[in-house]
């Protein structure tokens, strides 16, 4: 497959660019910014408990694997 260089966007990409366009001025660029910031924050929360959940990992396997030391030993 060969790249045309162009990308297109999808719709929801296409949405925020549209709703960009009321933005006048830095201070309300950066705190949308800061919105979509905390939007995905909360999403990698929610994946990240949800791992948790599904694989067993309890606060106990995260000290452990805090403390775990696997470095290969030095052979002499």
């Known amino acids: ?4 260089g162009a990308t297109q966007l999808n719709p929801a990409q296409l949405n925020i660019l549209r709703l960009m366009s009321y933005i006048d001025t830095e201070q309300e660029q950066n705190e949308l910014q800061d919105i979509l910031l ?6 990698t929360d929610r994946l990240l408990l949800q791992f948790q959940k599904e694989n ?7 000290d452990d694997w805090s403390n775990l030391h696997e470095r290969t030993p030095y052979i002499k």
Request: a positive charge.
């Open 56 to 62: 067993n990992i309890t606060q106990q396997t995260l």
């Open 38 to 43: 905390q939007f995905y924050r909360q999403k």
């Open 1 to 4: 497959m060969e790249a045309t």
